[in-house]
């Protein structure tokens, strides 16, 4: 009986650190497009995330078997959202997502920009009034607005958490799927990605595992058809199932 240990293969006494790569490294071993199959893609994704929940102790003392995944599951990856790598953003958020987050709670804010609108504005990721020409355009709340990203949470969790459809495919930082350009501010994100120093240079993050540093952020989020950053991506059509677009 394998225990979330034994599926990341690290230790029961392994620091968070050495879990976390040992999941990224697990992610890509067993992505159907590198080679693994869905199932075993799935096994991983819930060994890690039962370990993250700080279930460690159930599971040493009584064992634990990774049940067989739901056929539904693994057509939507399990995510928050309907769909985990849509470009349609159909969102239902109710109120202005735009508006400043709850003043007094303790995180960092970050403003975001959909990519996808660029060209229909004329705009340009290097312009220096980007985010100064998007505050005044109008633009619907979840191509627009601003997230407060809590302690010990990611930026894609922050946009999922207010109701947002972000693309993401892996959540490990094997993909680029979920790729950001960090305009202004720091975003701070683990090593062992698959992004090269020149992506990182250029301000380039992985959502699904980074998080701002800075008390404010700006990023343009959904960048992952950046030249070179398509070649990094997943299709996300085994989790995502028909709405899928990639």
Known sequence: MDTPFDVLQVDPDASDEVIDRAYRRRVLETHPDQGGSAEEFQRVRRAYERIKSGEKRAMLEEGWESPTPDPEAATNGEAKTESADTDDGDEDNGDDERDEPEAGVDGKRVEFLNYDVLSDHGWSLDDDDLFEKASEADLAPEDYGR????????????????GFTWPYSCRGGACANCAVAVVEGEMEMPAGQILTPEFIDQGIRL??????TTDEAKVVFNVKHLPGLDELRLPPRQFDGPQAND
């Open 207 to 212: 959502s699904c595992i980074s998080a701002p």
């Open 147 to 162: 997230v407060l990203v809590k302690p010990r949470e990611s930026l894609l969790e922050a946009a999922e958490e207010r």
